[in-house]
């Protein structure tokens, strides 16, 4: 019985081959957990930025609905109407895009629209938690190009998109929306 207990000793440790197999079976597990986790937080940063880049494209064409609103309701002295309206955002057609440089707070924006250069390249700036074209916030790493398109003397239609960098990608968003002359 004593050699029984002998073998049994012996065939309990582990053999360098066994221990070595076992520790490269668990590094690739733990290898492929990071894999999985990086790429999750990859692409949680992606939806975080597509879900900022659709609110401020939404923004831009709320802005230019606006400014629509306010042209048509509110009259000036010069007889502000549609026609001035479209007269103002006209130039701001597909190759020749528009932002614009104050945050949504006067009625109209004929001295707010710029077409999208180098001295006014359509960046947004993260100024006291909102998004502003203010360059004395910080770059948020988005820009915002609006334009238009005649469908007929009443109707426009009115693009804006919000692109971005991110890793090696560059990504954008576009949203449109037709504006009517809703009064005659």
Not at 96 to 111: A, H, L, T, W
């Amino acid at each position: 019985m004593h050699e029984f207990f002998k073998k049994i000793n012996k065939n309990k440790a582990f053999t360098l081959v066994e221990t070595l197999v076992a520790i490269s079976i668990f590094t690739v597990s733990i290898l492929g957990l990071i894999s999985v986790l990086a790429s999750g937080i990859s692409d949680t940063g992606y939806a975080k930025k597509k879900m900022v880049a659709t609110y401020l494209a939404q923004e831009g064409i709320e802005y230019v609905r606006n400014a629509r609103d306010a042209y048509v309701l509110f009259p000036d002295v010069n007889g502000t109407s549609w026609d001035y309206f479209v007269d103002t955002i006209s130039e701001c057609v597909a190759g020749n895009e528009c932002g614009f440089d104050r945050p949504i707070s006067d009625y109209f924006f004929d001295d707010d629209l710029h077409l999208c250069s180098i001295a006014f390249d359509c960046k947004l700036y993260i100024n006291n938690g909102g998004y502003d074209t203010y360059s004395i916030g910080t770059d948020s790493g988005f820009t915002r190009k609006l334009w238009t398109e005649a469908v007929s003397d009443d109707e426009i239609k009115v693009y804006s998109t919000v692109s971005w960098t991110q890793g090696s990608g560059n990504y954008s968003i576009t949203f449109s929306e037709n504006l009517f002359n809703w009064i005659e």
